[in-house]
């Protein structure tokens, strides 16, 4: 059985997607950011960077990972699952899973505070970190061009770069005019397993003072 620490975000996506594929049993211990749960001692000795997802695997001696793309790593690992086993093949999913980690992850990330959540708009600063995202699904768009997936059969790298795209309508990225990264798209939104784990936790309705908490987390 596995724990996984979580909330409804692309990095928490990843998580739960691949423990649905995967069909691992595991129990959601929800993560409330806006009131700082993450920060909590307890979750902390767990997670020292005070982030989701955390996964505590009960089944080998309550070993805890921390970092979303170090978790896709030790699930696909576990179950020989999502990711070759030979140096070539699992080296070119690691490539478009870091991809993601390094490029498409900070780049969106910063687009939606800048976009959705800081209260001065500053356009230079919107318009810099739109366009870095869109030349980022530009790139995975090329890729995707000759192969339905990133790297040969699905694997965890599709996931987790996919956890993000689809999300990309909140940093007011538009991707219509990408044909290949929106087929894509619809092929992973298509997948039973990627259908559940977007639900895992349900996302809540935004109230305002849930919307001030969570200014007050992403732009500090």
């Known amino acids: 059985m596995i724990d996984l620490y979580t909330a409804a975000t692309p ?69 020989g699952r999502l990711m070759p086993t030979d140096a070539k093949g699992r080296s070119e999913v690691i490539q478009w899973l870091m991809f993601q980690m390094a490029g498409v992850g900070p780049m969106q990330g910063q687009a939606n505070v800048f976009f959705r959540y800081f209260e001065e708009k500053i356009p230079a600063v919107i318009d810099r970190y739109q366009h870095e995202t869109k030349r980022l699904y530009t790139v995975l768009d090329t890729r995707l061009a000759d192969r339905e997936y990133l790297a040969g059969d699905y694997s965890i790298a599709d996931i987790a770069n996919w956890s993000w795209v689809r999300a990309h309508f909140w940093a007011g990225v538009e991707v219509e005019d990408l044909e290949n990264l929106s087929r894509w798209m619809d092929t992973m939104a298509a997948r039973p397993a990627c259908q559940r784990g977007v639900e895992v936790p349900p996302f809540p309705e935004l109230s305002e003072d849930m919307v001030k908490a969570a200014q007050k987390i992403l732009t500090r």
Do not use: C, H, M
């Open 11 to 79: 990095n928490g996506w990843k998580a739960s997607i691949a423990l649905e594929e995967l069909e691992l049993p595991y129990e959601v211990r929800l993560i409330n950011l806006s009131t700082g749960d993450q920060k909590q001692p307890d979750y902390l000795k767990i997670n020292p960077n005070g982030r989701i997802p955390t996964i505590v695997d009960r089944d080998a001696d309550d070993f805890a990972i921390f970092e979303s793309g170090a978790i896709l790593i030790y699930l696909a690992e576990k179950t």
